[in-house]
Nanobody, 126 residues
Framework: QVQLVESGGGLVQAGSSLRLSCAAS????????MGWFRQAPGKEREFVAG????????YYADSVKGRFTISRDNAKNTGDLQMNNLRPEDTAVYYC???????????????????WGQGTQVTVSS
């Protein structure tokens, strides 16, 4: 089992940066892929970024490539999402998520994600 708690959301202006953090509980967090999703009002939850359990590979949605960077620190059981050059369309509730243990499939597959945080609001004003 993995419990996830996000932090770092807030209200920022377009063009600003924000860093989200995800704190995970459990001794074996390093065995799980980690990712970020977001859900805007009236829209479905969408994949934003993912990182493999060992940090070797990262995956991004096209809409955030070049602006967002996902990272993790297995020694601290934490993961981050650095968001630069934020746009109003990035406004959403952002969720931290974890895959099944030692997951090796596609990170874009919705069924890969087994554990979810409670979400943190990010609002970008124009």
């Amino acid at each position: 089992q993995v419990q996830l708690v996000e932090s770092g959301g807030g209200l920022v202006q377009a063009g600003s940066s924000l860093r989200l953090s995800c704190a995970a509980s459990g001794r074996t967090f390093s065995s799980y892929g980690m990712g970020w999703f977001r859900q805007a009002p009236g829209k479905e939850r969408e994949f934003v970024a993912g990182i493999t359990w060992n940090g070797d590979s990262r995956y991004y949605a096209d809409s955030v490539k070049g602006r967002f960077t996902i990272s993790r620190d297995n020694a601290k059981n934490t993961g981050d999402l650095q968001m630069n050059n934020l746009r109003p369309e990035d406004t959403a509730v952002y969720y931290c998520a974890a895959t099944g243990r030692y997951y090796s499939g596609s990170y874009y597959y919705s069924g890969a994600w087994h554990y979810w945080g409670q979400g943190t609001q990010v609002t970008v004003s124009s």
